[in-house]
């Protein structure tokens, strides 16, 4: 249901942008009508706060609240009206979600790559082939047809996934080592999270701390 939510919902007019800067960053920084103020955290790191010069609203607020209203109803009927009626549930695990997302494991056909989605696992197709319309995009490559409100789209999709928390996990974009990890709040570039300490955490409750820059 990722028609939009989030950052379309927020008046970004009067949010601020933090940065970590190293101090030859923030002796630059310094000097831009944009900076507003800044902090030294260590030798060389500086939280720096500055006012943006632009803000953009692409999407009106009303859709956006339209769908934080409504995507429970819509996930809740995706699940119990379609999934259960047309798919082998014995064979879909849920793993993670939040307000206007989900993600599936799905235990599919093995000699087919992860695209194959919810192929394999369909036990009714006249019901899911009459209903899928109305749930998923019809146009191939057509993001305004994967936008369309309280519509489901792929966000992500890979081989394995691992899982902390919401909005906290790993996904793996193929059978190699490339993947997408997602932490919510933690900026990566200043703290660089690998698999392993995910893994670590899971199996001897390891902790690895970072600031999370949206509280």
Known sequence: MNSLYGSDGMNTEKYHKVKMMNIKQTER??????FMDEQKISEDSYIVQMNPEHCSCKTPLQVAFFVLDNAK?????FIHNFMYKCLDMNRIHFIEGDTDSAYWAISGNPNEDFTQQ?????KETDFYNDNAKYFFPTIRGNVYDEKKILRLAIERQGPSMITLAHKNYIIFKNYCDDSKIKLKGVDQK???ITKDQIVDCINEGKITKCPNMRL
Request: glycine share 0%; net charge positive; hydrophobic share 35%.
């Open 118 to 122: 919810f192929n394999d696992v369909i």
């Open 29 to 34: 920084v310094i000097r831009s009508n944009a």
């Open 190 to 192: 200043t703290n660089k």
């Open 73 to 77: 109803y819509q996930y809740l009927n």
